[in-house]
């Protein structure tokens, strides 16, 4: 038996095999085989179709010819032609039974999933904020959902380089190191480092708009700085590292950790070769002082330029992530770079990606995949970005500490007889894991409505209803006095009969599928609304059948699909950067 991890990719490998047999061209047919509603099957494919159309057959006999092909896979499957010419296979309990024994646990997870993403290398540029400020709640989306991706792709069989492209370079410089020069409170700085750089930058900004003198220090303090003036390096290299370790606690508590932190100052010498090789190649152009490119080919690049090179001569956004390309495909050997950023620096990749394509091609590189992953805004209850009540940016500290403080009070309502510090404990994961889940649980290209109350409750497509979900299962062991996931509870099960034992495996062994289109479209939340599906057929087949009922294979199959539920569950949170528990 065929019991690969995904079975609609073995599917569509045994159909594309069985056309090859009665000599259908191997480009004329392709199987589409895919998951189908229950209804009808579990998978279905509907590729024989448009191989008849092309043909000018008739479908339902093609359909009929190729499932008679497919004889070797009638152990596992019912095979059924159906309407028109589509496909349909129903596995059988047997089959379900044993594609859920070979999945075991986590490692026979990992091995089946591995092949996807194989030999690709991905990049991922996410978090990257600017130093010398707080990270806000604008800063959240890109930290979650990135980190949420390299887990998916590493767990499909990616080789991840996760990178913090940090903004710690730039014109706010020169009014950040003339106010740290002029106005620096050393215990201020030593209480709170951002809070003191973001007072200074605000001092120096405030004391160069009135006083023309003042800018004119500042814009000096700004070439010095570019020129490598040892007091200004040292003091603009204290701000980052100040920055960075601020920043270090929030990635611990979403639980990021970054392969590479290659800020925008680490392409300070690789900015040169950007201007040479775009001017040399005919893409970059001067124009009024400034090096830019146009994309003649663009309804609005052809006239909104691409500016490379500012006309007082300096770099920019722009030239640094040229450079980072480059540096990245050489360096790393990346296959494919991901950019997870606002949805409204779109033009700026877009510009970006026209750009390197065409500098690639003309030297002769191959150009990794480049693509935006782009995420709306987080809103308030009113619709409009989120802020504070005084309507400044709301620090991701507090949010994350308001967020834990609130599952606390959700956790000791629920269970006030559990020890203070493990409440503290637990509320700190389900706290984390609401702001992460509901931030993932939405399309990332949509806007998404920051609601304390939907985020953090026990009812609907939550992190606490999933993660309770996983501390239930965890209690019907528990109760049992037996160990989760000990293989030896399973021994002996028979394939599964009742309609809920059925549907439970069936959504079970749904799981690659999940994975598939999460990891395929780069969206998490295809991954959430599985796992939220998973556990609410988890609730319909433990209503429906008892488990503990006495030991045999009756027994022994229903522990297997806890078992199971248990596994899954918990990999897909993990996947998705939530840490679970065993009692809430
Ligand atoms: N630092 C930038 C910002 O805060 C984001 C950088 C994203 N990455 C990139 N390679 N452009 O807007």
């Known amino acids: 038996m065929d019991l690969s991890f995904d079975l609609a990719v073995a599917l569509d490998r045994a159909m594309a095999e069985a056309g090859r047999k009665l000599g259908w061209g191997e480009k004329e047919f392709t199987p589409d085989v895919r998951l189908a509603d229950p209804v009808h099957g579990d998978f279905q494919a509907n590729g024989v179709l448009a191989y008849a159309r092309r043909s000018r057959q008739n479908p339902r006999a093609l359909a009929g010819a190729v499932v008679a092909e497919l004889g070797g896979l009638a152990p596992q499957y019912e095979i059924a032609v159906a309407g028109p010419g589509f496909v ?77 492209h940090v903004g710690d370079w730039g014109t706010q410089f020169g009014k950040l190191i003339w106010a740290y020069k002029r106005r620096l409170d050393p215990a201020a700085l030593a209480a709170d480092p951002l809070e003191e750089f973001e007072r200074l930058y605000k001092a120096g900004h405030a004391a160069t708009e009135a006083d023309p003198a003042a800018l004119e220090e500042a814009r000096q303090e700004l070439v010095r700085l570019q020129a490598g003036d040892a007091e200004n390096l040292a003091i603009w290299k204290q701000i980052n590292a100040a920055s960075l370790a601020a920043f270090q606690p929030l990635y611990d508590q979403l639980g990021i950790r970054f392969d590479a932190l290659l800020g925008e100052s680490f392409y300070n010498d690789r900015l040169d070769a950007v201007y040479r090789e775009l001017t040399g190649a005919g893409l970059a152009t001067e124009s009024q002082g400034a090096l830019v490119v146009f994309h003649p080919e663009h309804p609005r690049f052809k006239t909104q330029p691409f500016i490379i090179r500012k006309s007082d001569g300096a770099a920019n956004y722009a030239t640094t992530d040229l450079a980072t390309i480059l540096y990245r495909a050489e360096h790393f050997h990346a296959t494919d770079i991901l950019y997870v950023v606002d949805k409204r620096q779109a033009d700026h990749f877009e510009q970006l990606f026209l750009t390197a394509r065409k500098w690639f091609a003309h030297a002769g590189r191959p150009l990794p995949r480049l693509e935006h992953l782009d995420f709306g805004t987080v809103l308030g209850e009113d619709g409009r970005p989120l802020k504070t009540r005084s309507g400044e940016n709301i620090r991701l500290k507090d949010l994350l500490a308001e967020a834990i403080e609130r599952s606390h009070r959700l956790v000791s309502e629920k269970n006030p007889d559990l020890p203070a510090d493990e409440r503290r404990a637990i509320a700190a994961i389900v706290g984390i894991g609401s702001v992460q889940y509901a931030d993932l649980a939405q399309n990332r290209s949509s806007d998404y409505v920051f609601s304390w109350d ?38 002996g099960a028979t394939p599964f009969e009742t309609p809920a034992e059925l549907a439970l495996a069936r959504k079970l062994v749904r799981l690659p599928d999940a994975l598939a289109a999460a990891t395929s479209n780069l969206r998490p939340h295809f991954l959430c609304t599985y796992l939220y599906e998973l556990a609410g057929e988890f609730s319909k087949f433990y209503n429906a059948d008892k488990v503990a009922v006495e030991a045999g294979p009756v027994r022994a199959r229903r522990l297997l699909l806890c078992n199971r539920t248990l596994l899954l569950l918990e990999t897909g949170l993990h996947l998705l950067g939530l840490r679970t528990l065993t009692r809430m």
């Open 454 to 491: 939907k985020m953090i409750s026990l009812d609907g497509n939550t992190a606490a209803y999933l993660l309770y979900a996983v501390t239930r299962v965890h209690s019907i062991f528990r109760k049992l006095g037996l160990p989760p996931g000990d293989p030896a509870t399973e021994a």
């Open 88 to 164: 349909n296979f129903r596995l059988r309990p047997g089959a379900l039974l044993a594609w859920l024994q070979r999945h075991g646990d986590r490692q026979a997870l990992t091995a089946g999933a591995a092949e996807a993403e194989a030999g690709h290398t991905f990049v991922v540029d996410y978090s990257s904020p600017n130093t010398a400020k707080q990270m806000h709640v604008g800063h959240l989306r890109s930290a979650v959902i990135g980190e949420a991706i390299c887990r998916l792709l590493e767990f499909q069989g990616a080789r991840v380089v996760r990178d913090n």
